[in-house]
């Protein structure tokens, strides 16, 4: 039972030591995260309609 204690305290030191990002910082990491999900899916599309163009020609 002390070390179902000693661990609940470390839990709770643990939990008071955590620091939360603000606003600002989430909503930025998401308009970056947005712009790079696009990005990737405008690259992906490109490049598949390129392959597809290509086999089109192929076969």
């Known amino acids: 039972m002390k070390k179902v204690l000693e661990y609940i305290k470390s839990v709770r030191a643990e ?6 990002p603000s606003r600002d910082t989430v909503v930025n990491s998401t ?7 696009g990005l990737a899916a405008l690259f992906f ?5 390129i392959l597809n ?5 192929i076969f």
């Open 15 to 20: 939990w008071f030591k955590i620091v939360w």
């Open 31 to 37: 308009v970056k995260i947005l712009i790079f999900s």
């Open 45 to 49: 599309f490109v490049v598949d309609s």
């Open 53 to 57: 163009a290509l086999m089109n020609l």
